[in-house]
Each structure stands twice: as structure tokens, then as C-alpha cells.
């Protein structure tokens, strides 16, 4: 059951509340309607595409009035690898999202499809080429290769049919760059996707390029950071650059761990020391004392000619398991 807190003549920020069959309130949360309608005195509220727009494959058909007769098609991404090195005796498969699926546009063909790779010619002992192919030369690079190879002749079809909301439909974010710097806080990466719906018609009104700053560690030296970038300290003691003024805040250490792989320099007594650390939560905020140190090892109680224990510490018993130790 869905049903408003209020009616609604024009598009508007309004509360819902869900439940089931007219039984007890589930949850109610504000939403923003984008478009609204009026029917035989009952009001069809559409809602703004958010969630669908994190997952392409759940169903919206909010104010959608045509659709593409081939719909809307992502590009081909990969999804095995080539199975062969040479003679286009390999294949590799790919597969493709329907975008346009998502405000219930349906696509015309294959959403997976197996192409020829590894076309270039294979050595001695083996055949230069596999069956179905034979050794043609491409006369821009002057090198030969295993063909004839598929050609895609897939043409989009131009269409006024676009999403509802008129953002243009998006192919997948890119890898992000390499960060241009290792400290300081002064790098940046930058991404970028393609408009997928652009060659249909639907042009894209979104950012096509994303940035983000990177090589956050500290410098170190007089000058830590860059220009405009504030010096912090994780939770892990690890010093940072970022872009705001560090935060003011009292901090908690947690309890000490033994560091992967120390070893403890001593059999007995409390005698010994081992190399240990603790965090400080939340991160950015501060503690008295250090992130790191030694802490004593090897309790149990040493043998003469050995004193029992190292000072401080002196012989005690554990009652439940009736053994000495050094405490």
C-alpha cells in the first residue's frame, strides 16, 4: 500500500508512508515527485529516478510516452579474456547493458556475443593461421594479420524517444588515471565515461569528466603539504594532507596489538619486550601519546639460577589455572 500525507496538484516534495494491505506502518520517508497527474479523481504521483539510476536493471516507467524501437544499447565491456595467443585461433566473449531498460525500454539483439582475437600470425611450428582464416597484410601499418575479422555494422537508430528525466543515458565510469604526484596532497586523478544514448539522438547533460585530488601522504620537511592543503594524523598515526583545517576533537586509543610478526626478545620474568601499536578513533581526532612502543613478554616465571622475575614485576598466581606468572 502506498498513500500520501497530504494531496498534491503540482509537482512537490511530499511524505510517504508504506505498509502492507492496510496494516501497521512499515516506514515513511520525504521523496520529490517530478511528475504528477490526475485521474478520475485519484492522484498518480511519478517519482525522481534514484535508486534506478545506481541499478540499470530495475524497471521504471514513470512518465515514459515512446520508446526507441531498438532501445538504447551500453558499450560491449569484456568479460573473458582472449583464450589464445596468435592465428585468431582465440575468442573472447563481451556483453552489453540495455539502458534504456530502465524506464522500460526493452533492446533488439544480443546482450552477449563472441568475437576472433589474437589475430596475429602465429610462428613456426604452428600454422600461421587457423581454420577459417588466412594471412592478409594491412597495408596502413604494413603488418600481417589472421583475417578476414568481423566488422560490427551495428547502426544506432536516431530517436526523439529519450529517457524522462532528459540527462542522456551514461556507459560506466573509466579506470582512474595515474595520480601526477606522491605527496602533498597536490596530484589529481581524473576519469572519464561516454554518453551511450548521444548516438541516438539523446544527448548527455551530466559531467563527463570526474577529478579527485590524490597522493595524500605527508611530504614531510618544513613543507609537508602544497598550497591550500592542511596537514592531519590518522587513526593509525599516519600523517596526511587534505583539504580542509583539521578538526579539534579529543580521541580514544583502542587497546595495544602485538605488530605481524614480532617476536618477543626474552623466555621469561616479564623480561622481555616486543614491538606493539594502538589506533586512535575517530580519525583526525587527537590522543595523548604515542602511536607505537614496546610492551613487555614472556611472562611466565623463569627458572634458577634466573630470578623469578624482572623488576618491576613479582611472582603471582592465576587461581583458575593454578600456574605462577610474573605480574
Keep these: 500500500m502506498l498513500r500520501t500525507t497530504q494531496r498534491v496538484h503540482q509537482p512537490a516534495v511530499l511524505k510517504l508512508e508504506f505498509g502492507r494491505n492496510g496494516h501497521s506502518r512499515l516506514s515513511s520517508v520525504w521523496i520529490t515527485v517530478v511528475l504528477v497527474e490526475i485521474k478520475q479523481g485519484r492522484v498518480l ?17 514513470c512518465g515514459v510516452d515512446c520508446c526507441p524501437s531498438q532501445g538504447i544499447w551500453g558499450e560491449w565491456v569484456t568479460t573473458m579474456a582472449c583464450n589464445d595467443t596468435c592465428g585468431s585461433c582465440g575468442v573472447t566473449t563481451r556483453s552489453r547493458k540495455c539502458l534504456s531498460l530502465q524506464y522500460g525500454c526493452g533492446c533488439t539483439g544480443s546482450a552477449t556475443d563472441s568475437q576472433p ?57 573509466g579506470a582512474w588515471t595515474a595520480c601526477n604526484a606522491t605527496c602533498g596532497g597536490c596530484g589529481m586523478q581524473t576519469r572519464s565515461r561516454t554518453c551511450a544514448s548521444e548516438a541516438y539522438g539523446c544527448p548527455c547533460t551530466e559531467a563527463k569528466v570526474e577529478t579527485k585530488s590524490c597522493g595524500k601522504a605527508s611530504c614531510g620537511g618544513a613543507t609537508p603539504c602544497c598550497t591550500g592543503k592542511f596537514l592531519a594524523t590518522g587513526y593509525d598515526g599516519q600523517q596526511y594532507c587534505q583539504d580542509n583545517t583539521p578538526q579539534v576533537c579529543p580521541g580514544t586509543w583502542t587497546e595495544w596489538s602485538v605488530v605481524s610478526g614480532a617476536k618477543c626478545n626474552d623466555t621469561c620474568g616479564n623480561c622481555g619486550f616486543i614491538n606493539r601499536y594502538r589506533f586512535c578513533f575517530p580519525s583526525g581526532c587527537q590522543c595523548d601519546g604515542a602511536y607505537t612502543g614496546q610492551g613487555p613478554c614472556a611472562n611466565s616465571v623463569c627458572l634458577f639460577p634466573r630470578a623469578s622475575c624482572c623488576s618491576p614485576y613479582k611472582k603471582m598466581i592465576d587461581i583458575p589455572s593454578k600456574t605462577f606468572y610474573c605480574g
Design 45 to 61: 504521483a511519478c517519482l525522481k529516478l534514484m535508486v534506478v539510476r545506481a541499478n540499470p536493471d530495475k524497471l521504471n516507467t
Design 117 to 173: 582475437c589474437a589475430s596475429t600470425v602465429c610462428l613456426f611450428p604452428r600454422a600461421s593461421c587457423c581454420t577459417g582464416y588466412k594471412k592478409m597484410i594491412d597495408m596502413a601499418s604494413k603488418t600481417f594479420y589472421c583475417g578476414p575479422l568481423p566488422v560490427d555494422t551495428f547502426t544506432p537508430e536516431q530517436t526523439t524517444c529519450c529517457d524522462p528525466e532528459n540527462i542522456g543515458l551514461w556507459n560506466s565510469w
